[in-house]
């Protein structure tokens, strides 16, 4: 009988480097998938000999690479390790900032919640972040918001379109967060095909120096909420044994979807009723080669590259009058699941780089469909940022 590893019985684990192309023997984190095209990539040359027999006189390996991705599922706190890498965030997430309970009053016309006793900016609320007031009558009030003005009493925020006006007993969070930087940092990536003994152990493969080169996340109607890492890396190695010293399990919060879980998207300071949003991340990363050195021995990272895509029922014209004028707006996601984790996907800086509504055909709805292109906003000195927030 042919047997075969199944894929519903492969593990996948990862471990930071601490030295670019070396497994650390500690402890191994799970990582939750849909689908791994992580694969050992060799170059080779053949030989330019002329033999009289008309033969192939060798083969020679001349570079050892790794490449390929993982498929996710978007859910909360599954994946922080890898968004911070893919972002090359200068630290980890940013600490959680959270504000005494007080009394806090919603003016929704100002877009404003005005403290009793507290004092927001004092406790660090700054400008740019994304807080959350939980306790909230209104269930609007508490969908998470950015700053564009703070003082001792007072934040204010663009997006009104949710708010609703209300005294109530509040607690003020500032999401944790991470926003793209420069640090780059590699992983070991360890597959464990947990159903092969051969003959009497299980077999490993470990992929080494992989630094995450693209991330890709796509909200669909009716969809689950899915993306993608993309990794480039130095080699993989096979043995018996795992290289790591045990496991750490993976989190196990619920799956976010694309009904249920996304709050709004916004467009500017309004809503967008959408029916499709992609993000495609791209850190243009490449592999230093060195003579005497099999494999990398080092990876470049080039100029950070993000786009997308933007589609929506035709019923405005104000996305599309930005993209004729060319006009910069800014882009956010806001997803929270059934318990209350929360993440927000700000890109506060893009412009509109393709657009069209036309009909495809009969019995059909006309869609305006745009392609977005982010760049550095500088008055936050940031072209993307991912927050966070804990129910």
């Known amino acids: 009988m042919t047997l075969s590893a199944n894929a519903d019985r492969l593990r996948v684990s990862y471990v930071k480097e601490v030295t670019f192309g070396t497994m650390p023997a500690t402890t191994l984190s799970d990582v939750r998938f849909t689908s791994d095209s992580l694969n050992l990539v060799t170059g080779t040359a053949v030989s330019a000999e002329i033999r009289d027999d008309r033969q192939v006189n060798d083969i020679i390996r001349t570079n050892l690479s790794t490449a390929g991705e993982l498929g996710i599922e978007l859910s909360y706190a599954a994946h922080d390790d890898l968004l911070a890498s893919a972002l090359f965030a200068s630290t980890t997430w940013t600490a959680a900032i959270t504000v005494a309970s007080d009394t806090v ?19 660090g609320i700054t400008v740019g972040r994304w807080v959350k007031f939980n306790g909230m009558a209104n269930a609007g009030n508490m969908i998470p918001v950015k700053v ?62 992989l630094v995450v080169d693209t991330f890709g ?21 096979a043995s018996s044994s795992t290289a790591g010293g045990g496991y750490n399990v993976a989190p196990t919060n619920e799956v976010m979807n694309a009904v249920e879980d996304v709050q709004t998207i916004i467009e500017g300071v309004s809503d967008y009723d959408t029916t499709q949003f992609t993000v495609q991340l791209n850190n243009n990363v490449r592999a230093r ?16 590259g993000l786009t997308g895509t933007l589609q929506a029922y035709f019923s405005t014209a104000a996305a599309m009058d930005k993209y004729i004028a060319f006009t910069e707006t800014s882009l956010a996601k806001v997803v929270t699941d059934a318990t209350g984790n929360s993440y927000v996907i700000d890109i506060p800086a893009v412009n509109f780089t393709s657009g069209q509504t036309v009909a495809g055909g009969q019995n059909q709805d006309i869609i305006a469909d745009l392609a977005w292109t982010a760049k550095r906003k500088a008055t936050e000195d940031a072209t993307i940022r991912i927050v966070k927030f804990a129910a």
């Open 105 to 123: 009053t919603v003016d929704a016309a100002a877009g404003t919640f005005t403290f009793t006793a507290e004092d927001p900016d004092g406790d």
């Open 148 to 209: 564009s003005a703070v003082s001792t009493t007072v934040i204010t925020t663009l997006q009104k379109d949710n708010l609703t006006s209300e005294a109530a007993t509040s607690v003020c969070v500032a999401g944790a967060e991470i926003v793209n930087g420069v640090t780059q940092s590699s992983w070991s990536i360890e597959k464990d095909f947990t159903d092969i003994v051969s003959p009497s152990t299980e077999i490993y493969q470990q992929y080494k120096g």
């Open 217 to 237: 996340l796509s909200v669909q109607a009716d969809q689950i909420i899915t993306g993608s890492f993309g990794f480039l890396g130095k080699t993989m190695t």
């Open 289 to 304: 080669q060195q003579i005497g050195t099999l494999g990398a021995v080092s990876m470049g990272s080039g100029t950070l």
